[in-house]
């Protein structure tokens, strides 16, 4: 049970030691939860439940195969101790119970990187500190230090002969650990409430409380010797004796999220394949949709039995924002983590569960779609991983995909079939422009001549998309394509299409011949209408946000050298063909070319040195005052 990546500290340490100083960033989430915590206080309470239980769970779990347990036949169960006149509460169970490492290295850390951060963040935006979110991020216990300023838990680890360990706080810095008088196998979690929170030792008020989660708990609650819980699987029964706020009180209790789902799934599948599940799609997203150390997704229970929390095997990754269970009598009891990891059922009620899941939401994308719109904002982002992940529903997956595009307004978003059903006669390809946001990509010169001759394109703005777009290459037989791509398609459309006009070879000539290496070529462009010149990718080359990822992947990589593409209608690059054919001032050719190679690159953000290109922007500046200056006096 030693938990080394937790410990700061060597066993030698925590023999001889009995006091230590909470880590430094422990102490400013301790400070954060008993000052600026203030919403829904009771939280603790289900916090403090929800560790009994998952404690009574693991000894379940492990009685079923191990006989050599301490105190093997004791009865499973939580109590609860308040004393009115004393303002005393305690908590006990007789659960698996904590060895010493236990008590220094989980409780007293924090679980998952970017915890404090977050709650720091919510501090500074002055955001509401809500009680509910801390047993989101694997520190629930801490909300007991929202009610008392001292904590004392005694405990006793489940291997015969375990002694037993009190765990002291001492407010926001210090705890202690020190052998005590052997008890019984379990935990007692004991404090005295702070004045304003004496309501908390009222019977009625704890029991009110418990009435909505302590059923959901599977073993008895007692509160002062008083039952106050009927155990019930609600998976179980059936949908029509299910009230909504049941099933409310349920996700919560499960999920620690104290929004009511957006919708749930009860599953009762009989035949070949035999379980029962009760699955809910969340109504918002958690703070880190990829982050792993947070996800709880489905619990796997065997006949009501609780087997394993956050069951990797029963749901792929890209739907692990679903919370949940699954119950099947058809795994052994003794199952381990490697029988799942292995178990045909478990894979063939995955299966179930997908289809069902992505069932409900292309319900919802056809007749719900303002629902199916905040879903996919919440999840869409995870969802899309899917496509590179999972063959099997990578159809059904595309389908499900929305993009923003150019003849849509800010926050509207097509699917692929949408954009097909009002593509332009002669339009081959599916087009697309990936950036960072909408606003920037509308701003890409790339763009001028899709826009002109309204041409939908569809903008990727979302980072995923760099990696999933390669993978959905075609749709309905049409080819997704970059309109980056120099190779892109656009004469065969082009309504008003340019004569070549030969005019202008030496001019580009010339530009490649002062840009050398640069550029990868130089060529006259059919796509721009209001700039003079724009970078696009070659046959070799990424899209610049694909390159932006790789460049942030790998930091040696380096760029492809891009295609300049000049718009020889444009008043400047006209200018600069008079003054190259009358070659009378052949550095004003060379610095505007350089200039506006260099403002092409600018605007992608790749401008590798600011200066000289503001040397030569400064001595434009000159030129065209002092001709001016001229202008007036004569
Ligand atoms: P979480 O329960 O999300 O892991 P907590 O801060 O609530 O986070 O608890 C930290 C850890 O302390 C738990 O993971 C568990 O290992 C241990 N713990 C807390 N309460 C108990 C208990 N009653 N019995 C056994 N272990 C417990």
Redesign the pocket.
Known sequence: MLDNETLDITSDEVKAKNEFEYKAEMKQLLHLIVHSLYTHPEVFLR?LIS??S??LNKIRFRRLTDSNILDPDSELKINIDIDEKENTFSIT?T????TKE?LIG??GTI?SSGTLEFFKKMEEENKSLDANLI?QF?????SVFMVTDEINIE?TYAVPNSKTYLWKSFGEDKFTVEEIENKPRG?K?SFKLKDEYKEFAQPWKVKSILKKYSNFVDFPVYVNAEKVNIVSALWHRKKEDIKDEELNDFYTFISNDSTPPMAHLLLNIEGILNFRALIFIPETAPPSLFQDALEKSLQLYSNRIFIQDNCKELIPDYLKFVKGVVDTEELPLNVSREVTQSSPVITKIKNVLVSKILAQLEDWAENAQAKYEKFYNNFGSLLKTGINADFTHKVQLIELLRYETSLRPKGEKVSLKEYVQRMAEGQKEIYYIMGDHRDLIEMNPNLEYFRKNELEVLYLTDPVDVFTIPYIFEYDKKQLKSIEKADIDIKKVNKEEKSSDTSNKGLLDYFKEVLGDKVEDVIESNRLVDSAVTLVVGKQGFDPQVEKMMQYIDKNFTHSKRILEVNTSHNIIRNINSLFIANSNPELVNNAILQLYEGALLLEGKLPSPNEFLKRMNEFIELSTKSKNVGEVS
């Open positions: 916090e560790n009994s998952d404690a169970d659960g698996i119970g904590m236990d989980r409780i679980a047993g694997g520190v629930g216990f801490y405990t935990t979690i």
